[in-house]
């Protein structure tokens, strides 16, 4: 564990320097390179979210496109679709900034990794990291009638879906309770879906009753074609860990998941804590390899050097850490991590030399160590004294 040198901080973290927009690889490579007013929209939405303006995303969302394609192919009476879209309209279901700034306190972040096309569809992808933890944000761009950049849909990596597939579930689930007689109009996993629809209501009863056993044995009652499906699966996932991380359920439930959904990035978000809790640093690692596969993120190197700390080896966590900074300088949770190992291992002047790193990044300024309690070494050292006068100097 890292000591608290958080405790440092004068001011919060500011928004961090604007993401550059790299070549675009592999599968992102088969678009042209965005128009540059797309990477400007990216990093307003940015700014504003660091800001905690929700409206910074919220006012630019497309309600109507999100509509549309959420509700496609679905026939229901006009009176339906439209008390349904009005709910969409109305309520808070895609205030997606203000459920992020209210899950901030004032050391998350939200960052800008990149924009790019996607088989020819503008996208930007975003890292958030607050008290819910962290997770990925990938929107889906396009320009409105009148030019504007819009958001047409939202891809969180916790869920492992599109917003619009997740609201067509709730579409269909609305009007299989207002009994308009939807099944045999469906076709597939839709109508295997409303047909066990009892089933996956009772799962969701249970699990936010608390109910974690009755929750893996309806699981288990479950046709086969809909217990591979992503929400009964994480349900399971997640009442398994409740009940114990350490336990068989939980470690058959990732296995199940990775299997059912082999190309799903949420199953490493939710099972990286599994990992680390059991100690499995090996499979932490892999889950960490898999997502940064996905997203090319240098916040991730922090995290295998923190599993690395929790294993032992500071030589590795430090090599993680430097990697983190290296590929991502203004990553303030790398510096303070290298500052931390420094410190714990009375590396003091390195330390110092981490101390400067931090403030060089121009989003904080340190108060005087000397008040801190866990510094108490560090200040009476010659390297405090160097440190020290080097700041002052600077002034």
Known sequence: MLLPLIALLATAPAAPAPAADPAPQGEEARGARLEPAYLDFAQAVEKGINARNGEALDAHIDREAIFKRSTAGVQVPPDFAAGFKKGLQQGATLGFGKQLVAAFDEESTFTLLRTRSVKGVPRALFRSVSTRGLNYLDLELARDASGQVRVVDIYPYVSGEFITETLRRAYLSAAADAKLNLVDRLMGKEQTYLK?????????????????????????????????????????????????????????????????LPNDPSVELVSFDGYLLRKDHAGAIRAMDKLDRRVRDPYLSVLRGNVMLDKGDTAEARRHYVAAITAEPTLLVGHWSLAGLA?????????????????????VQLNDVATVPEYAGFVKSPEYKVWKKRRAAKK
């Open 343 to 363: 410190l714990q291992e009375k590396q003091y002047k390195e330390l110092g030399e981490r101390l400067d790193a931090i403030e060089a990044t121009g989003l």
């Open 196 to 260: 066990n629809l009892p089933r996956l209501q009772a799962m969701q009863q249970a699990f936010q009753a608390g109910k974690h056993e009755e929750v893996l044995r309806l699981h288990g009652e479950l046709p086969a074609a809909l217990k591979n499906e992503k929400v009964a699966l994480l349900l399971r996932l997640q009442s398994a860990a409740a009940i114990s991380i350490e336990g068989e359920a939980y470690a058959q439930a990732i296995a199940d998941y990775e299997k059912a």
